[in-house]
């Protein structure tokens, strides 16, 4: 035995293995080679003993390399021969698959979340207040004369302590506003409540979303409009266009009432529209001086204010029939929105 | 509001406008129509035609073909109706006519096969009569081409004007002219307000007398010696109808036509039946009474504002008259009042005693306290004209008005700033002189104007600014975004820490639910009774089911699961965001943000995993399992569940939730009772979190690790653990027992069976790791004989394999 011998089993071993196909050829192999009765490498293992005593550690290495090589390089022809002759059941990928289904956002709530978002990127801070809240921040500090008929018992849910429950969002800028100096950046989401009888429109239990911005520098009507026409683009679609028409609101003068043009229709008139083109979505205005008397603003700075229906506008965008489907939670139905 | 247009036409030339120009004119100022109505048949296009041949159709046994001749051109109609003939004067609908039974529009037509322009119509058609035998016949000497109109009338345009609160000036016809006049730079044409007076003096035929001038600092009687209960002049009723008033008679109708001509409320009274001719003016006395003419006794208190006289009370002040004194059958002489009552106190009034009319509708929004004199003269001058009335004398008035009219100064720049585009300084005094505002003194930089009485709303510069902007028209104003203004932002992280929450539990397969904040008591108590007398109560709710602010979000995610189970859906996970309501130890009202998370039928299992039934413990581990990965993802410190009793839920299937030692929520079985009465037959679990001890730490920001560099070597455990003894107990001892090289411990089986005797068989697997370098076999052998004796002697659980 001897090194070039080894040499010369290792390359035809390594060879003839990578040359077999089938499992039985690589099994004939497997004998040939390391049987443990006529294996080759055994019976080169069981000659060691006869090697000089000098050369012994060395053809022992040798020996060992040798029998690394095509144990390994056999490994690898079974694994390639067994992957490439049997045949393996074939899956049904038809079948269901195993992960639970995301969950859908409640629409007004994706309403809120997709509108805070959009008047983020025009600098505006998310801010809350509670649902129980003061005649001050509710009436009072928001101009609303003493006896202005929002304050009847028949329209508001006045509480045993002599708090209310919020009307509109519009306390939590009076809250924002005592609590910083201008200029007051801030949408304000959340839920108000009024008396009124639950239809296909109305809820006694709804949701706001308002903005005010007031600075010591002019902040005009032409401002809110480009700042609500930016909203309106991007909450309804790039070509959907705003329309101011006066009206009256106690805390803002001029005020004013916001359309959308159909974003479904585009102004040519359909069932959502009403055949106007047009869509009534929010209020807004200028904020009345008397309101930053009210809380102690100095009387000449500037500020505009708008506030806007969260189920009316998802009502709108996803053409929802009736309010009251948003409160039935039904399972079915709000999966829609996933 | 009703604005009949023809009545509108009246004080202002409208004659050049349509309807619908009409319309948007006054709603771009800031008086919106509403509504626009069409009241009785519209004639537009339908005339009076000659039939000049009428010859049978040829594919029809009834039709005919006839030859219409409308003074201008002759037409070919095909008519069905038996007395269609030669000759005939009868109207017909022409091409573009809408016909006003059915409003369906005329065109040209095809009958069987002959050509028709046009319909000659019945007098139902035309909504006349209800006689539909044939067309018909007119007057035979009627010129053809006649509009129909001008035979039987023509509809009437109302408008359905919304008066917002702030604008009671515009609560009358003459009201809306005045802003058509400013709108349309052109003259308003006041009505005539003469009339003849007799020899006797009112100064000697009555006296007023007012105790409370704040609420009433005006009040003027007439007296007509004369009056006669005639009908109504047809205009009159005529108008009254459109405006949705009935006609009584002529004494009773002018009194509320003169209101909706001019706003001015009046009243009048029997003169004989007035004690002592002697109006008195004051406060009601505590418990006062007085029979309203809506024949209800009303209890009055001091508050509110009377006309007396010095027998009792005649009518409440602003509101409605009393039965007393009003007018009746034998009515023959009248004292007319026209007064000016605080519009704060009329409210008080009206809403107090839960009566609202035309009269308070005005006076609580504010009337123009000048009005008085010219509304009572105009009110005589029909009542001579229409009544035979005579009217005495002069008037009897006591006024404590303020002699000096509102002034404003306006700014001119300011006006720029605010509507954020230049409109000239005569432009904007120009819109304002429109509107009646006078100039009393001027400076190039800012104009003191004088305010109209009637324009009760305005009392500031703002004011003014928005009569320029809408009038100036907003469709003007420039869309350019503002360049902004860097706001420091306000710390709105606990806003956007919900957001993420929510976002998280929608990605974890939970559906957003959305439940009102008030709710019926019965469904609070089907949870937790024991809260009701913590519970906030509406004093004055919508309905009975929406009558007590949620004290818990649980209860109504207990009925959402049942309403959806109840309509098919058996398997559900649903979350609520809500707030919650009640009073606090101290009695104060308190509301809190929550987290409620549920989990009904199968939630968990995979989706070919679904016949053996849903066990309890399973269906809380799968909740407890999302509520940690929710932790997870929301950074949320160490939360621990300790197993309590919770009424509403079963017992020893409910913990508190601790997040960072302290209790956050709740979590457990809804009552089995409770549920099988709603009909859910499988377990029913739901949590509840307060929100802000769930996202304190949600944007916490990490502070990166290496990964390890030396291998971890792991050894597992299975062991025989006695009943009570908890997973948690155990990890609790492997941990104190364990090197500080132990790193994981990972429970990988549990497994409980009868031959065990309530005991649970469990399987951990322990990771150890050095950050230095590689463990030694012996030394983490001898870690894990160290914990396998704490085992044992700690909590005698047995070591399985030894």
């Known amino acids: 035995m001897t090194i070039d011998e080894l040499t010369q089993i290792k390359a035809t071993a390594l060879a003839e293995l990578a040359a077999a196909k089938t499992p039985d050829e690589v099994e004939a192999l497997r004998i040939k080679y390391l049987g443990a009765k006529n294996g080759l490498l055994p019976a080169l293992m069981k000659q060691l003993k006869d090697v000089p005593p000098a050369d012994k550690p060395q053809m022992g290495k040798e020996l060992n390399a040798l029998r690394t090589a095509v144990t390994d390089a056999l490994q690898a022809a079974k694994d390639a021969s067994s992957s490439a002759g049997e045949a393996v059941e074939p899956f049904d990928f038809s079948l269901p698959g195993n992960w639970t289904k995301a969950g859908a956002m409640h629409p007004v709530s994706s309403v809120i979340e997709e509108t805070t978002r959009i008047f983020a990127q025009l600098g505006f801070t998310v801010a809350d207040g509670p649902d129980m809240e003061t005649e001050f921040n509710n009436f009072d500090a928001l101009n609303t004369a003493k006896h202005h008929p929002s304050r009847d018992e028949r329209d508001t849910f006045w509480l045993a302590d002599g708090n209310l429950l919020r009307t509109q969002t519009s306390p939590v800028q009076i809250r924002a506003m005592l609590a910083t100096k201008p200029p007051v950046r801030i949408i304000n989401p959340g839920r108000c409540y009024r008396r009124d009888t639950t239809d296909a429109t109305h809820a006694a239990n709804f949701h706001q979303i308002e903005g005010l911005y007031v600075d010591v520098k002019p902040v005009s009507l032409a401002d809110l409009k480009s700042t609500l026409a930016h909203f309106a683009r991007e909450m309804m679609g790039p070509n959907v266009k705003v329309r ?3 009206h009256f609101f106690p805390f803002t003068e001029p005020s004013v009432e916001v359309d959308f043009s159909c974003h479904l229709c585009h102004g040519k008139g359909c069932r959502v529209c009403k055949q106007s083109g047009w869509i009534e979505i929010a209020g807004a205005g200028i904020v009345d001086t008397r309101v930053f008397k009210h809380i102690g603003y100095p009387e000449d700075c500037y ?14 965008k996803h053409g929802i029939t009736d309010l009251r489907h948003l409160y039935t939670n039904d399972l079915r139905y709000l999966k829609q929105f996933v | 509001m009703k604005l009949p247009i023809s009545w509108l036409a009246e004080y202002i030339d409208i004659s050049d406008l349509s309807v619908q120009e009409l319309a948007d004119r006054i709603t771009f100022a800031g008086i919106e129509i509403e509504g626009i109505e069409q009241v009785g048949p519209c004639f537009d296009n339908i005339v009076v035609a000659e039939v000049r041949e009428c010859v049978d159709h040829p594919n029809s046994d009834h039709l005919h073909v006839t030859k ?28 573009g006519a809408i016909v006003p039974e059915g409003k369906f529009e005329i065109k040209k037509g095809k009958l069987r096969g002959v050509e028709s322009f046009g319909m000659l119509c019945s007098a139902r058609e035309l909504m006349l009569s209800g006689d539909h035998d044939g067309i018909m016949e007119l007057d ?4 053809p081409g006649t509009p129909l109109s001008s035979l039987y009338g023509s509809s009437e345009t109302v408008f359905d004007v919304e008066i917002t609160w702030n604008r009671p000036d515009c609560l009358s016809i003459i009201g809306i002219a005045r802003e058509f006049a400013a709108i349309l730079g052109r003259p308003l044409k006041l009505p005539e307000v003469d009339f003849p007076v007799v020899e006797a003096k009112a100064a000697d035929l009555c006296n007023v007398k007012i105790e409370n001038s704040v609420n009433c600092p005006n009040y003027t009687a007439r007296v007509l010696p004369h009056v006669e209960r005639l009908p109504s002049p047809e205009f009159m009723r005529k108008r009254l109808e459109l405006c949705g008033q009935r006609s009584i008679d002529v004494v009773v109708d002018v009194s509320n036509y003169v209101m909706l001509e001019c706003g001015q409320p009046l009243h009048t009274f029997d003169y004989e039946c007035v004690k002592d001719h002697t109006i008195i003016v004051r406060n009601a006395a505590e418990g006062e009474k007085i029979k309203t003419l809506d024949d209800v006794e009303r209890t009055l208190d001091p508050a509110m504002l009377l006309i007396t006289d010095p027998a009792g009370p005649l009518a409440v002040a602003g509101v409605m008259g009393g039965e007393g004194s009003q007018i009746r059958e034998n009515t023959n002489s009248v004292l007319l009042e026209s007064a000016s009552f605080y519009a704060p106190s009329i409210k008080y009034t009206a809403t107090k005693l839960e009566l609202r009319t035309e009269s308070s509708h005005r006076f609580e929004r504010g009337v123009d306290p000048f009005l008085t004199d010219w509304a009572s003269r105009r009110a005589c001058h029909l009542l001579a004209k229409y009544a035979n009335a005579t009217v005495a004398e002069g008037v009897v008035s006591v006024d404590t008005r303020p002699a000096e009219p509102m002034r404003v100064v306006l700014r001119h720049a300011r006006v720029n700033a605010v509507i954020g585009m230049e409109i000239p300084v005569e432009q904007q005094v120009g819109i304002l002189t429109s509107l009646a505002f006078e100039i009393e003194s001027q400076t190039p930089e800012a104009t003191t104007f004088k305010v109209p009485s009637y324009r009760v709303d305005v009392d500031c510069e703002a004011d003014l600014i928005e009569e320029i902007a809408r009038m100036n028209g907003l469709d003007a104003l420039p869309d350019v975004l503002p360049a902004t203004t860097i706001v420091p932002t306000a710390d709105d992280s606990a806003i956007r820490a ?4 929510r976002r998280t539990l929608c990605q974890l397969g939970f559906t957003e639910i959305m439940n009102y904040s008030f709710t019926a008591p019965a469904i609070l108590d089907a949870f937790q009774p024991s809260t009701a007398d913590s519970r906030i109560v ?6 009975a089911d929406h009558s007590v602010m949620r004290d818990s979000l649980i209860p109504q995610m207990l009925d959402i699961m049942s309403y959806n189970n109840s309509h098919g859906t058996q398997t559900a996970s649903l979350f609520e965001m809500g707030r919650v309501f009640y009073k606090d130890a101290k009695g104060a009202y308190t509301e809190e943000d929550r987290v409620c998370v549920g989990l009904m039928g199968y939630a968990g299992r995979s989706a070919t995993d679904c016949v053996r039934p849903v066990e309890s413990g399973e269906a809380i581990l799968w909740l407890k399992g999302a509520l940690e990965s929710l932790a997870y993802r929301l950074h949320t410190p160490p939360m621990t569940m300790k197993a309590t009793d919770i009424e509403g839920f079963d017992k020893g299937c409910a913990a508190v939730i601790i997040i960072a030692g302290r209790p956050a929520g709740v979590i457990g079985l809804i009552n089995s009772d409770v549920r099988k009465k709603r009909r859910i037959m ?9 929100r802000s001890v769930l996202l304190t730490n949600a944007f916490k920001v990490v502070n990166a690790k290496d990964v390890p560099m030396f291998p971890a070597t792991t050894r597992d455990i299975a062991l025989i653990s006695g009943a009570g003894v908890t997973h948690e107990q155990l990890v609790q001892v492997m941990k104190k027992a364990g090197p500080a090289e132990l790193t994981g411990i990972t429970l990988f089986d549990i497994f409980k069976d009868k031959k065990l005797n309530g005991r649970t068989s469990l399987a951990y697997s322990l990771e150890f790791r050095s950050p230095e370098r590689t463990l030694k076999d012996d030394e983490v052998n001898a870690a894990l004989d160290k914990i396998k004796a704490a085992l044992k002697a700690k909590l005698q659980v047995e070591i399985r394999g030894e």
């Open chain 1, 244 to 246: 101011f028409r006066p």
């Open chain 1, 303 to 316: 500020g505009f204010a708008f506030g806007m229906g969260v189920e009316r506008i998802a009502m709108i």
């Open chain 2, 68 to 95: 219409v001749w409308d003074g201008e051109n002759e037409y070919q109609v095909v008519c069905g109706a038996p007395n269609c003939r030669a000759g005939l004067i009868t109207p017909l609908a022409r091409i």
């Open chain 2, 140 to 143: 035979p000497s009627l010129k």
């Open chain 2, 498 to 501: 919900a957001s993420l929450c």
């Open chain 2, 538 to 543: 509406l004093p004055n709710p919508v309905s």
């Open chain 2, 682 to 690: 499988s377990p029913l679990v739901i949590a509840e979190l307060k």
